[in-house]
């Protein structure tokens, strides 16, 4: 049951006007305590993004990384980032 729901959900996002699907080349091996989470790593850098919204303190080691910078913030922050962005 439970890989039909994730086959729903991820059904559901593909299918947003405002998602864009990324073909990764590379792999930065960034995240060493748990290799799984690279793929997020990988594609957050080839997307630009601002930043990835995790929990998760296996992305901690980000914050030593100087190339490439990718920011990581808690989702406190990402609703505070929200929240102002709504107020202009």
């Known amino acids: 049951m439970g890989s039909l729901i994730a086959g729903n959900v991820i059904s559901a996002i593909l299918n947003l ?6 073909q990764v080349y590379f792999h930065l ?10 793929k ?3 594609c957050a850098f080839k997307c630009n993004a601002h930043f990835i919204v995790t929990q998760d303190h296996h992305y901690d080691v980000l914050r ?13 922050e990402f609703l505070e980032i929200l929240n102002n962005s709504a107020e202009c």
């Open 17 to 22: 006007p405002n998602t864009l699907q990324a």
């Open 29 to 38: 091996h960034l995240i060493t305590l748990d290799p799984d989470d690279d």
């Open 40 to 42: 997020f790593v990988d």
């Open 64 to 76: 030593d990384v100087e190339f490439p910078v990718i920011d990581v913030i808690s989702i406190d």
